[in-house]
C-alpha cells in the first residue's frame, strides 16, 4: 500500500496523560500536513512541514502540541497534558511541492480524551 | 472568519439525478480549488480539482466548475449513485495549505 499511513486507527486516554501519534508519508512526498477534525465541521489546518522544516503552524496548536519530522519521512505529533476539549479525528496529508497539487490523506487518528 | 463555506449541511438526491454541492470562498488569493470525499471514520479522499485559471474540470462522472467573479465553485455529480452518498467537503489552497468548508453530507436514495 503506498498511502498515507496512520497509527494508531484509535487511541482512547485519560485526561492529562500524553498520547503521540505518527504518520507514515506518500513516500515521494516532500510536503506533510496534520489537521483536525470535529464532529459536523471540516478539517483544520495544524501545522506542515516541507521535507524536515516545520514551516507553518496554526494558532489552533497551543504549546501542548509538539510536531516533528526528523528526517523528513514520517512525522510524529505529540499532545501534552491531554485535555476533553483534544477529542478529535486527527488526520495527515501528503503532498508534492508545488502549487497544483492535491493532498492526500490518511485514514486519521481518532483521539477521545476520558 | 469561515474563508470557505458550504452553505449546504445536507443534500438528498434520487439516484440516476444530478448532484449540485456548492462552495463559496472569500479570499481571492486562493489558487487551487479541490473536491474531496468522506466517508465515516475514514480520511477525506481526494476527487477533483481545479486551477483558478480554469473555469471548468471534468473527469468521468464528476465535474467541477468554478466562477472566480462570484467567489463560487460547484461540484455537479451526474448520474448519481448509491456509492456517492457521503460528505463531501470542498478546500481552497492558498500559502500552501487548504482550508476546508464544513461539509454537505450528500444521500442518494435509490
Known amino acids: 500500500d503506498t498511502g498515507v499511513s496512520q497509527d494508531p486507527r484509535h487511541k482512547i486516554t485519560k485526561r492529562g496523560q500524553n498520547v503521540t501519534f505518527r504518520c507514515d508519508p506518500i513516500s515521494e512526498h516532500n510536503r506533510l500536513y496534520w489537521y483536525r477534525q470535529t464532529l459536523g465541521q471540516g478539517p483544520e489546518f495544524l501545522t506542515y512541514f516541507q521535507n524536515e522544516a516545520q514551516l507553518e503552524k496554526s494558532r489552533l496548536l497551543s504549546d501542548r502540541f509538539s510536531a516533528e519530522r526528523p528526517k523528513g519521512s514520517f512525522s510524529t505529533l505529540e499532545i501534552q497534558r491531554t485535555e476533553q476539549g483534544d477529542s478529535a479525528m486527527y488526520l495527515c496529508?501528503?503532498?508534492?511541492?508545488?502549487?497544483?497539487?492535491?493532498?492526500?490523506f490518511g485514514q486519521g487518528t481518532r483521539l477521545t480524551v476520558v | 472568519d469561515q474563508q470557505v463555506k458550504q452553505n449546504s449541511p445536507s443534500l438528498s438526491v434520487q439516484e440516476g439525478r444530478i448532484s449540485i454541492l456548492n462552495c463559496d470562498y472569500t479570499?481571492?488569493?486562493?489558487?487551487?480549488f479541490l473536491w474531496y470525499k468522506k466517508y465515516p471514520a475514514e480520511g477525506p479522499t481526494f476527487l477533483i480539482s481545479?486551477?483558478?485559471?480554469?473555469d471548468k474540470n471534468e473527469d468521468g462522472r464528476f465535474t467541477v466548475f468554478l466562477n472566480k467573479s462570484a467567489k463560487h465553485l460547484s461540484l455537479h455529480i451526474v448520474p448519481s449513485q448509491p456509492g456517492d452518498s457521503a460528505v463531501y467537503f470542498c478546500a481552497a489552497k492558498g500559502a500552501q495549505k487548504l482550508v476546508f468548508g464544513q461539509g454537505t453530507r450528500l444521500t442518494i436514495n435509490p
Open positions: 479570499n481571492s488569493m486562493f489558487d487551487y
Open positions: 496529508a501528503s503532498s508534492l511541492q508545488g502549487t497544483n497539487t492535491e493532498a492526500f
Open positions: 481545479i486551477s483558478s485559471i480554469k
